[in-house]
């Protein structure tokens, strides 16, 4: 599916307003970034979108990163997959940049200004309640992440396994003193032993 110069103009605008909406991070905006991808535009496959986030969230490095996957793989499938040769890598590059720029730059930009503005009126009750109210919202918009990456395995017959390791990890990581690093390491060793 190739994509028109307007295509590659809307997947960078999205990416931008989606930075400037990314309250608590980019993650935050995954469902928007699903709908856009996947719903709309038809890019991504719901399995290729569930994997980028969940191969970015894997590797060491920034959360970020998942924005980089979905850009190559939009770029790759546009240039006709991984075998097409060296378009479909150029492309996937192109589509690294566009959306890694597009969710980056906005947001780095205001965070910046906004930042050095409220140092400056740190005091006033506005910057105080404004830190408070955004909490709730922050963990709203990953409690919707959370929900959208959980539809991908609805048939709880055949992903059992892997609501069982959810449930066991959730209750650790609010009943212990376990480090969260630890049990995402303990879900990829069951992973990579194939108990998933």
């Known amino acids: 599916m190739p994509l ?43 399995e290729s ?7 970015a969230q894997s590797a060491p490095g920034p959360n970020v990163l998942f924005v980089a996957l979905m850009g190559w793989q939009v770029g790759i499938n546009a240039g006709g997959g991984l075998n097409a040769g060296a378009t479909a890598w150029w492309l996937g590059l192109l589509g690294v940049t566009l959306t890694m720029v597009g969710i980056m730059l906005p947001s780095s930009i205001l965070t910046y200004k906004a930042t050095k503005w409220a140092q400056v009126n ?24 959370g929900w959208l990456l959980s539809a991908a395995h609805r048939d709880f017959s055949q ?38």
């Open 4 to 46: 028109s110069p307007q295509d590659w103009f809307d997947l960078f605008m999205h990416f931008a307003v989606l930075s400037l909406m990314g309250i608590g991070g980019a993650i935050t905006t995954a469902p928007e970034m699903h709908r856009f991808l996947v719903d709309d535009k038809h890019w991504l496959t719901d």
């Open 122 to 145: 740190r005091d006033l009750i506005a910057v105080q309640s404004f830190k408070s109210g955004m909490a709730p919202i922050v963990i709203g918009l990953l409690v919707s992440t």
């Open 159 to 196: 992903d059992w396994k892997l609501w069982l390791i959810t449930a066991i990890a959730s209750g650790l990581m609010l009943k212990t003193s376990i480090h969260l690093l630890w049990l995402i390491a303990a879900g990829g060793i069951l992973g990579a032993a194939g108990f998933l």
């Open 49 to 55: 979108f569930s994997s980028c986030i969940a191969l």
